[in-house]
């Protein structure tokens, strides 16, 4: 299973999790058809800004909210970039969320900025792999700073294009990464960014995700979790009774093991879903626990089931004869059958089988599941695979491995005329531009505690080096938080819970200190002759 950074903005449409993926996006998304009032713009960009006279352009589009902009006191504008979904699932942030806050504390702009190939920012007509070669970090770096530069707002007359105007930059997750990275490549024009959940640890092989959900969860359900998995472990690498352990799954005829272990990822990925407004946030992961505590009969006592070992005797639930597995299998199996297989349509090697290269041939601009797949091959990783320590814990089967969960790279991603995608992604990239350490003056890092993107931060518990928080580079960690858990808010923070608003008071703060020392930069001296 490929580690997607949004969770559910990008979702594999066209393999194993095909119908996992769609009840995980149904899941953790809940905007009630919900619209916003504001207009999308349009901006024109250059296909490939490192090629003079490409002759190819394409147009990016972006919101605006202006409902709390003071002209001629040098507000600054807040954007937010739209990192790898569609710009309109950003627009909460332009409304309620940290660009309004900010805006609105400020007297400055919002603006959501959505990411070339996704949303309706398509600059070419297929998702060919010659095609996407023009979707990487330099490129979509370059948007950013050629919009800031040159935009025009609608109904705004001042020039407010940096750096002639602070310009601070904001993302969660991936765009957080970017945000960080902007603030680097171009501290011309971003005079200060926010880099919320910031992955700027590009790696090959994602296996702290997995652990962070392992120790933050409640005990009892992860050890469910980690037992229930080796338990299927075990019974997969002796070969007898593992048909009729698929079986217990819905999944009999599913021919290879590692599509089978691979879907047994999904319930996890509800844990980054989990959100403090209910009105986005997903309770799927608490739902899963409670699934692998339930009795297996009415004539089962729950406590005195819940407090004996895994494995006991009175656990044991016999499929057939020579054959039991503990109650949690069986009620891990259950919830596979009916949130994931009940949803398949087709036969199960049909749904759920990856070996079939035919299948993701397609490349029709209805084919979305392919872009964040190829920035994820390109250039960023995350390939999800247990912990190389043998004897640790593990969440994920033991079968799974960097080569089962790369192969789709080779097979959605043929050989282009004019591009080739790597054997393993290009992750220096990413990495040289501060990794763990990236640092710098008006750049803010904010992660949440138990975020399971952590490990590829700053705030890294594995890697990094813990940092002062000052005004000047503010280094924060939401309790409890998951993911970029600050972008979210209330128009009225103080009905927010008492770890956002006080992470948002504190952004307030330092923001406006920034801005305290912002200067237009002296204009080129001329002589007026007239």
């Given at each position: 299973m490929l580690v997607f950074e949004n969770g559910s903005d990008g979702g594999i449409c066209k393999n194993a999790f095909d119908v996992a993926q769609t009840y995980s996006e149904t899941l953790s998304t809940n905007e009630g058809g919900k619209t916003y009032d504001f207009r999308a713009q349009w901006f024109e960009q250059p296909l490939d800004h490192f090629v003079k006279h490409s002759g190819h352009s394409w147009h990016q589009r972006f919101w605006v909210n202006s409902r709390h902009y003071k002209p001629g006191t040098n507000a600054p504008v807040i954007v937010i970039d739209g990192g790898e979904t569609s710009g309109e699932d950003r627009l909460p942030f332009l409304d309620t969320g940290i660009a309004d806050i900010l805006a609105?504390?400020?007297?400055?702009?919002?603006?959501?900025?959505?990411?070339?190939?996704?949303?309706?920012?398509?600059?070419v007509s297929n998702f060919s792999t010659d095609s996407l070669r023009w979707l990487n970090n330099a490129q979509a770096a370059a948007d950013s700073a050629n919009f800031m530069r040159s935009v025009k707002f609608d109904g705004i007359q001042e020039d407010i294009t940096a750096?002639?105007?602070p310009w601070i930059y904001y993302g969660g997750s991936y765009a957080g990464a970017r945000a960080a990275h902007m603030r680097i490549l171009y501290p011309d024009l971003v005079y200060g960014a926010i880099a919320s959940s910031a992955v700027t640890h590009a790696t090959l092989e994602a296996w702290e995700y997995m652990n962070v959900i392992r120790d933050s969860a409640d005990p009892k359900c992860s050890n469910h979790i980690v037992n229930a998995i080796s338990s299927i472990d075990d019974i997969i690498q002796r070969g007898y009774f593992k048909r009729q352990l698929k079986a217990l799954f819905g999944l009999a005829d599913l021919e290879h093991d590692e599509d089978f272990v691979s879907i047994l990822e999904t319930p996890l990925g509800f844990w980054q879903a989990q959100c403090w407004d209910p009105e986005f946030g997903s309770t799927g992961f608490d739902g899963f626990c409670k699934t692998l505590s339930a009795p297996f009969s009415r004539i089962m006592n729950a406590a005195e089931i819940e407090a004996l070992p895994y494995g006991h005797e009175k656990r044991m639930v016999t499929i057939e004869q020579g054959f039991a597995v503990d109650i949690a299998v069986v009620n891990y199996a259950r919830w596979i059958k009916k949130h994931v297989v009940s949803r398949c349509t087709d036969t199960v090697e049909q749904?759920?089988?990856?070996?079939?290269?035919?299948?993701?041939?397609?490349?029709?601009?209805?084919?979305?599941?392919?872009?964040?797949?190829?920035?994820?091959?390109?250039?960023?990783?995350?390939?999800?695979t247990p912990p190389p320590d043998q004897k640790e814990r593990s969440l994920v089967s033991r079968l799974l491995n960097l080569g089962y969960e790369s192969k789709i790279c080779k097979q959605a991603f043929p050989n282009g005329e004019h591009?080739?995608?790597?054997?393993?992604?290009?992750?220096t990239v990413v990495n040289e531009l501060g990794d763990f350490d990236i640092a710098a003056d008006r750049l803010a890092i904010i992660?949440?505690?138990?975020?399971?993107?952590?490990?590829?931060?700053p705030h890294s518990q594995y890697y990094a080096v813990d940092r002062e928080d000052t005004i000047l580079r503010p280094f924060k960690i939401i309790p409890g938080g998951v993911h970029h858990y600050d972008e979210w808010g209330y128009t009225n923070i103080f009905d927010e819970p008492p770890e956002i608003r006080?992470?948002?008071a504190e952004m307030i703060e330092f923001v406006r200190e920034w801005l305290k020392d912002w200067?237009?930069?002296?204009?080129?001296?001329?002589t007026n002759l007239d």
């Open positions: 609105k504390s400020t007297g400055g702009i919002g603006v959501v900025l959505e990411h070339r190939y996704y949303g309706e920012s398509i600059p750096p002639n105007t749904c759920f089988g990856t070996y079939d290269d035919s299948q993701y041939q397609e490349t029709d601009l209805k084919q979305d599941w392919r872009l964040w797949l190829f920035q994820v091959c390109t250039e960023w990783g995350y390939f999800t591009f080739k995608v790597p054997g393993l992604p290009n992750i992660d949440g505690e138990v975020d399971p993107w952590r490990p590829y931060t006080k992470v948002h200067k237009a930069p002296k204009a080129n001296s001329t």
